[in-house]
């Protein structure tokens, strides 16, 4: 009778340590995110909202248009004729470059504020002003 209570013990000590085993991360990774954004081969993102320091603004027919197009060999091009090339330091920040501007290579660097299959939000700044983009396919 003391031993089959002592087992009941161990298995009750050993199931409450394993219960309070802490969460593990399930954060996708860069290379989760980079497949989200260009589908493993090309993927084209259309303009769907844009806000200027938290106000939405209305899309001109011109941006309702815009499109962003980004590849798997972290290539992008949009639908301005801007091309270059992008980066994921984390699964927060985006980091394009872009290589044909008028003043020469440009880089804007984004925090990614969603990131999913039908929708990109990123945000960055210049100038003091902050600029978000809603993208979605």
Not at 33 to 56: A, D, E, F, M, P
Request: some cysteine; hydrophobic content about 35%; glycine content about 4%.
């Amino acid at each position: 009778m003391k031993y089959r209570f002592n087992l009941v013990l161990v298995f009750i000590t050993f199931f409450t340590f394993l219960a309070c085993e802490k969460e593990k991360d399930i954060s996708p990774s860069p290379d989760t995110i980079k497949s989200i954004l260009s589908n493993g081969l090309t993927k084209t993102w259309t303009l769907t909202k844009l806000y200027v320091n938290g106000t939405q603004q209305t899309l001109t027919a011109g941006q309702a248009r815009f499109t962003k197009t980004f590849k798997a060999n972290n290539n992008w091009l949009d639908s301005d004729g801007n091309i270059g090339t992008y980066s994921l330091p984390n699964i927060n920040s985006l980091q394009e470059v872009t290589t044909n501007h008028p003043s020469g290579t440009r880089t804007i660097n984004y925090t990614i504020k969603e990131c999913n299959t039908t929708i990109l939000d990123v945000e960055y700044v210049i100038a003091n002003t902050t600029y978000r983009l809603v993208f979605t396919l």
